[in-house]
């Protein structure tokens, strides 16, 4: 089983793909839409501008939004989380993805972007949490986060001058604002729960 993780020419993939290749998984980079093809499982890294990232995943937008639609496997981590969404109050009149109804705002106190550990509160014991204590400290670095339409797909939230939805999850579509390939052992935890859910575990 192979996890593919999508290539745009900027985000955190270096560091996704060092984690994924700790743990023991086969990972390949897509950079077109035939590459997804050749894996089951997708991660969108993120770091970056809301329009620029949609831009450069120009090529790809139809079979990201396929895939997802399909039920097939998609992690999105930081920017891999708010491309999901609709708008973004970063790059006006530029549309997401729009896979998820809501829009991503910029944090209207403090000092932005929040650059550091937070605690994740886990409203919903999803696999990917397996072992992972409320309260657990998770890497973080953005200055936008997400306001879904739909409260029934958070999965955890944080504080920070305002509490906001840190982790969401729908079917097999998995998305945090976290860095879980940033945040050490629990990190890595919740990123080996997230292989063994989505893979067949005899093949992990």
């Known amino acids: ?4 993780i999508i290539d745009y020419g900027a985000g955190n993939l270096l560091s996704v793909e060092k984690a994924l290749d700790f743990l023991g998984v086969e990972t390949s980079r897509i950079r077109s839409a035939t590459d997804f093809e050749k894996v089951d499982a997708v991660v969108l890294p993120g770091v970056g501008a809301f329009g620029s990232a949609i831009k450069s995943l120009e090529n790809m937008r139809d079979e990201i939004i396929r895939w997802i639609n399909s039920g097939k496997p998609y992690l999105g981590i930081c920017l891999g989380l708010q ?3 609709e708008e973004s109050e970063e790059s006006p009149g530029v549309p997401g993805l729009s896979i998820l109804k809501g829009r991503v705002v910029r944090f209207k106190g403090g000092k932005v972007p929040q650059i550091g550990w937070n605690q994740v509160r886990i409203l919903r014991r999803v696999e990917e949490f397996k072992g992972i204590p409320d309260g657990e400290f998770f ?5 936008f986060y997400v306001v879904p339409e739909d409260e029934e797909i ?3 939230r944080t ?3 305002v509490e906001y939805v840190s982790g969401i999850k729908r079917g097999n579509l998995t998305a945090v604002q976290f860095h879980p390939e940033k ?3 629990a990190g890595l935890k919740f990123l080996k729960n997230w292989i063994n859910h989505v893979l067949k575990p005899q093949e992990f």
Do not use: A, N, T
């Open 1 to 4: 089983m192979k996890v593919g």
């Open 154 to 156: 958070v999965i955890s």
């Open 183 to 185: 945040s050490g052992k």
């Open 159 to 161: 504080e920070y001058y």
């Open 139 to 143: 890497y973080f670095l953005h200055s």
């Open 83 to 85: 491309l999901l969404f």
